[in-house]
């Protein structure tokens, strides 16, 4: 089994839609989540942190459940800049590895004018 | 502030032959990533280093797969030989503490097609 499920989509969604991503995680002891974007042919980058409260940064509104093990990415008014891979990513630890990030395969994000 | 640089951004080879990439990360960085992404897949690690020791390299294909990083900046991946199936996207990144904290610097990869 992945550490990290997603669902790959694609979504593709109106400018000014909202829209939700979610992923799964396998290790219960995971530490650290986040999410990522990756334009087409480009390198990841940092969207934001997940913490367990939720947090929000402008439009993006992530939430973490740690019962049922699965953190969700909410964009709220999309822009045409918002198209991209979003990849759900987990911090886990296992045996003596310090602390591993695993990638999702990413959901990918079309919107459209 | 210059980024993760990595070379070559483009490597065509035909099976068998070798081929290595090298990566420049962020200075000041101590910890360095490389990780192997395929066409709608996720980035999965490689291979990481604290410094010029590799702490975590059990995903990494040692009969074929090398890395190094002397001196505890630069670094490269070598690949010998090459097989059909290392076609793949090659991202180095680095990060800023050994904690892992999640905040990883990619550079723009290297997309080695093996024919």
């Known amino acids: 089994r992945k550490e990290v499920e997603q669902d790959p989509g694609p979504f593709n969604v109106p400018e000014g839609a909202t829209v939700a991503f979610n992923c799964t995680y396998s290790?219960?002891?995971?530490?650290?989540f986040f999410w990522y974007r990756q334009d087409c042919r480009k390198e990841p980058k940092l969207l934001m942190s997940?913490?367990?409260s939720g947090n929000e940064d402008g439009r993006f509104t992530a939430q973490l459940n740690r019962a049922s093990q699965y953190i969700s990415l909410l964009i709220r008014d999309s822009k045409l800049s918002d198209s991209a891979t979003y990849l759900c990513v987990v911090n886990s630890i296992r045996g003596s590895t310090l602390g591993r990030l695993y990638f999702g395969r990413g959901t990918q994000l079309t919107v459209w004018p | 502030e210059a980024g993760v640089v990595q070379s070559p951004r483009y490597k065509i080879i035909e099976k068998k032959q070798p081929v290595a990439f090298w990566c420049n990360p962020i200075?000041?960085?101590?910890?360095l990533y490389w990780y192997l992404q395929n066409l709608g897949q996720g980035p999965e690690l490689l291979i990481r280093?604290?410094?010029?020791?590799?702490?975590?390299d059990s995903q990494l294909p040692k009969d074929r797969f090398s890395a190094e990083r002397l001196k505890g900046v630069d670094s490269t991946l070598k690949i010998q030989p090459a097989e059909l199936g290392d076609s793949a996207v090659y991202l180095c990144?680095?990060?800023?503490?050994?904690?892992?904290?999640?905040?990883?610097?990619f550079g723009e990869g290297s997309r080695l097609t093996v024919l």
């Open positions: 200075s000041g960085h101590n910890t």
């Open positions: 280093y604290e410094n010029e020791e590799a702490v975590d």
């Open positions: 290790n219960s002891a995971s530490q650290s």
């Open positions: 997940v913490y367990s």
């Open positions: 990144a680095s990060s800023a503490t050994d904690r892992n904290t999640g905040e990883l610097f």
